[in-house]
């Protein structure tokens, strides 16, 4: 029998809202014991020994929205490198969008990624599948076949289903089966050829742009076939009051819908695209500063559900570009700690409040067992000091596209070590 106790550990778990000084042991890759009385109960002689400094240990994060290259443009991106990165930011969940070449719509293609994840990833990856055939958002998939395949929720990830037919007609489908649908709001006719968001900056910029209602007419609308076919509904990300508004109203009304918002989008707004930063470009974009603050209240107030890192590694050669012409995306799964650590240190929302968005929440959303504290579960866990600062340096990230937009910035938030079954995945120590 494996046993790894730690020790000297300050444990954090969001879903019992667990906040004590204490020791956890974990045997045969699952929580045994934990808490204060571990300290009078003994650690067996057997076990390895991990001194935790003090700092945070709590259940390893957990990612709803990440985009690879794999399979069809590994230069971008491999489930083996995301893996890496994700270690790295203490996430131990990773669920990969459908968004690749070929595009996730088959039973056997979710069955490539899990055994492909398996072999290479060295955290848990959980593909969802396509909600639509190719993503054309012309005719559904088979929601049935794909949920046995091991499909966790359906999205067509980046892209609005625009036929409100299909729409509708697919989350009847997947309401049959209780499948989660996550949906992706933008309307693509008003913000087709936009690189930013619609404003006085973007105009200054000579930058095409589309208004925030884009991303309000798609809420309000999926948000009325909810209603109309009862099934549970996540909205990948939002970014605007409006529409903020519009999901707490659904949620008043005691409607299945849930959404996320994501990190860029709590730490940056129009202005910061400054003198044309591609790597700051991306979907939805970034907004004004009314709707960056609406955000961070959204997630103070619990009324946004969780917090992503929208991972979407670009190649440079899309990014060295024009603005107007190059690709949308930024990397994030190494800096989605951090970021959502910004609210807790500049006093907007509390560190266990924040660690549910990144942890018990998802969980609780996709149907998972992870994602909290509690004896007989798998230890995924991380260890990290919270106030600890470093300065972003994309040279130094494990991704193999190097687009994040917080090139240079310093924040507070060091990820030590990351666990997934017990087996230590990630290091800080063997990285300096």
């Known amino acids: 029998m494996r046993r790894l106790a730690f020790t000297n550990a300050r444990l954090l778990d969001a879903a019992s809202s667990l906040d004590?000084?204490?020791?956890?042991?974990?045997?045969?890759?699952?929580?045994?014991?934990?808490?204060?009385?571990?300290?009078?109960?003994?650690?067996?002689?057997?076990?390895?020994?991990?001194?935790?400094?003090?700092?945070?240990?709590?259940?390893?994060?957990?990612?709803?929205?990440?985009?690879?290259?794999?399979?069809?443009?590994?230069?971008?991106?491999?489930?083996?490198?995301?893996?890496?990165?994700?270690?790295?930011?203490?996430?131990?969940?990773?669920?990969?969008?459908?968004?690749?070449?070929?595009?996730?719509?088959?039973?056997?293609?979710?069955?490539?990624?899990?055994?492909?994840?398996?072999?290479?990833?060295?955290?848990?990856?959980?593909?969802?599948?396509?909600?639509?055939?190719?993503?054309?958002?012309?005719?559904?998939?088979?929601?049935?076949?794909?949920?046995?395949?091991?499909?966790?929720?359906?999205?067509?990830?980046?892209?609005?289903?625009?036929?409100?037919?299909?729409?509708?007609?697919?989350?009847?489908?997947?309401?049959?089966?209780?499948?989660?649908?996550?949906?992706?709001?933008?309307?693509?006719?008003?913000?087709?050829?936009?690189?930013?968001?619609?404003?006085?900056?973007?105009?200054?910029?000579?930058?095409?742009?589309?208004?925030?209602?884009?991303?309000?007419?798609?809420?309000?609308?999926?948000?009325?076939?909810?209603?109309?076919?009862?099934?549970?509904?996540?909205?990948g990300q939002i970014s605007t009051r409006a529409a903020l508004e519009a999901v707490v109203a659904a949620k008043s009304r005691g409607l299945p819908i849930t959404c996320g918002v994501s990190a860029c989008h709590l730490a940056l707004n129009e202005l910061d695209v400054g003198s044309y930063l591609t790597f700051r470009k991306v979907k939805p974009p970034l907004r004004s500063e009314a709707d960056r603050e609406a955000m961070v209240e959204g997630v103070a107030a619990g009324e946004i559900d969780v917090i992503v890192s929208s991972h979407d590694p670009q190649a440079a050669d899309t990014k060295r570009q024009t603005f107007a012409h190059a690709a949308f995306g930024a990397i994030g799964l190494e800096t989605l700690l951090p970021v959502t650590l910004q609210l807790f240190h500049n006093e907007k929302a509390g560190l266990l409040h924040l660690l549910a968005t990144l942890t018990s929440t998802p969980a609780r959303i996709l149907g998972l067992e992870s994602g909290r504290l509690a004896r007989g579960l798998p230890a995924d866990l991380v260890l990290f000091d919270p106030d600890e600062p470093f300065a972003v340096d994309s040279a130094a990230l494990h991704s193999r596209a190097r687009n994040t937009p917080f090139e240079g910035q310093t924040f507070q938030g060091r990820v030590h070590q990351t666990y997934v079954d017990g087996i230590r995945v990630f290091d800080h120590a063997a990285h300096r």
Not at 63 to 82: C, I, K, N, Q, Y
Not at 124 to 136: G, H, S, Y
């Open 20 to 235: 004590t000084p204490g020791a956890l042991l974990v045997e045969d890759g699952r929580i045994r014991e934990f808490g204060p009385q571990l300290f009078h109960d003994g650690i067996p002689d057997d076990a390895d020994t991990i001194d935790c400094n003090g700092w945070i240990l709590a259940p390893g994060l957990i990612d709803m929205r990440v985009f690879t290259g794999e399979p069809g443009s590994e230069h971008r991106e491999t489930l083996e490198s995301a893996s890496r990165a994700a270690a790295a930011g203490g996430i131990t969940t990773m669920v990969v969008m459908p968004n690749t070449e070929p595009v996730i719509d088959e039973p056997s293609l979710v069955d490539f990624i899990k055994r492909r994840a398996a072999a290479t990833a060295s955290v848990r990856v959980l593909p969802m599948a396509a909600l639509t055939r190719r993503l054309a958002g012309e005719s559904m998939t088979e929601i049935g076949l794909l949920t046995e395949a091991g499909a966790v929720a359906f999205t067509d990830g980046d892209r609005t289903i625009t036929n409100t037919r299909v729409m509708r007609l697919a989350l009847a489908y997947a309401s049959t089966f209780g499948a989660l649908v996550v949906g992706h709001a933008e309307d693509p006719e008003l913000s087709e050829g936009a690189a930013m968001n619609e404003g006085e900056f973007a105009t200054r910029l000579g930058l095409p742009s589309a208004p925030p209602a884009a991303e309000t007419i798609i809420v309000e609308r999926d948000i009325r076939l909810v209603e109309l076919t009862g099934a549970r509904y996540h909205f």
